[in-house]
């Protein structure tokens, strides 16, 4: 839509790069191109704004295939408008002077016509088409078929259009048709699914019965290897226990031929030690009696005051243990008197000790 702005009764038109404006004054073409901007008066200048850029036109149809069932069809059509003089003498393309908008509805028309053209060719189409044949290969023939068709319409190229692409993106049948349409499908697919759900099943169990073989293969090589071994452990058991026996009998052999040497030198010995007893005993008595008779000889000559004091020591080696003596003066009186009185007695009395 053309921008236009107001200026002490004037207006100021100001368009769009993709839009043709046509200004026409008193009849007579004053303004026309792409992009233009220009001052005129609005009760003199009668203005047309046609799109000269590309157009997409969305339509969606239903049709009726050859075995009587509905189908959508879900298309697209991009056109250009190439003459832009021509279609704005064919359709109202006329602005308002002060707003700058259509007066009419020029593309709704282009798009009725459009629309309404390629629906007759693909109705034609589709009529002649099986559904299940229309469902498989329809979007292509029905691309072909609507641009063909449009490309060969002449009124679009009296009013100036040119169809550059058509685009058919969708066949579709009624929801119950299609759920029935997809059920033979889906019994294939879950026959198949079947069908390999038992092949794996063969395939495991084939697999299980080699392994089971494999397993008593092993079990049975491993019972022979365990026979072997069992063979091969008592020989090694019989092996040993004859060596042991062996071992066993040159061991006795050797301890009998040992305690023999040994109790011969314990014999021996006992003997030696025997004797040496023998001898140091007689030695021994030798010597206590040298002792004694030395003992004897000693106190032969000794005098009777060596013999008291030899048997006070004597005594005084069996008298229990006496930790203090508590002498008082009297005992010490005495004891001193005694030991003055003692010398005095004569040498030769009978009474003294010997």
């Known amino acids: 839509m053309a921008d236009i702005t107001r200026r002490l009764g004037f207006r100021h038109l100001r368009a769009a790069p993709t839009s043709h404006i046509r200004y026409l004054r008193g009849g007579r073409t004053v303004h026309e191109g792409t992009g233009l901007a220009f001052w005129f008066r609005p009760r003199t200048a009668a203005i047309s704004e046609v799109p000269a850029d590309d157009r997409e036109l969305a339509m969606l149809f239903h049709a009726r295939t050859a075995d009587f069932q509905d189908l959508t069809v879900q298309a697209a059509v991009t056109y250009r408008i190439t003459e832009p003089a021509v279609t704005a003498a064919r359709l109202d393309f006329g602005i308002d002077p002060d707003t700058g908008a259509w007066r009419a509805e020029p593309l709704q028309q282009i798009g009725t016509l459009l629309t309404e053209t390629a629906q007759q060719h693909a109705l034609e189409l589709v009529a002649r088409t099986p559904l299940a044949a229309a469902l498989a290969d329809g979007i292509g023939a029905v691309r072909r078929r609507i641009a063909d068709g449009l490309a060969a319409e002449a009124r679009l190229a009296e009013i100036g259009l040119a169809v550059i692409a058509v685009r058919v993106t969708a066949l579709r049948p009624e929801a ?78 050797a301890e009998a031929v040992r305690r023999t040497r040994l109790a011969a030198a314990e014999a021996d010995a006992d003997r030696l030690l025997a004797a040496a007893r023998a001898e140091a005993e007689r030695a021994l008595g030798e010597a206590r009696a040298a002792a004694r008779q030395a003992w004897l000889e000693a106190h032969r000559e000794a005098g009777p005051e060596v013999l008291h004091a030899l048997a006070m020591i004597g005594l005084a080696e069996h008298l229990p243990r006496i930790d203090s003596i508590t002498l008082t003066p009297d005992v010490l009186t005495g004891l001193l008197a005694r030991l003055g009185a003692a010398p005095a007695a004569p040498a030769g009395e009978a009474g003294a000790p010997r």
């Open 176 to 253: 119950e048709m299609e759920r029935a349409l997809r059920t033979p499908a889906r019994e294939q697919v879950q026959q198949d699914a079947d069908r390999a759900t038992y092949e794996r099943r063969a395939v495991a169990v084939e697999r299980e019965r080699a392994i089971a073989e494999n397993e008593m293969a092993n079990q049975i090589e491993l019972a022979r290897r365990e026979e072997e071994l069992v063979a091969r452990q008592g020989a090694n058991a019989r092996g040993r226990a004859e060596q042991e026996a062996g071992a066993d009998a040159v061991r006795a052999e």
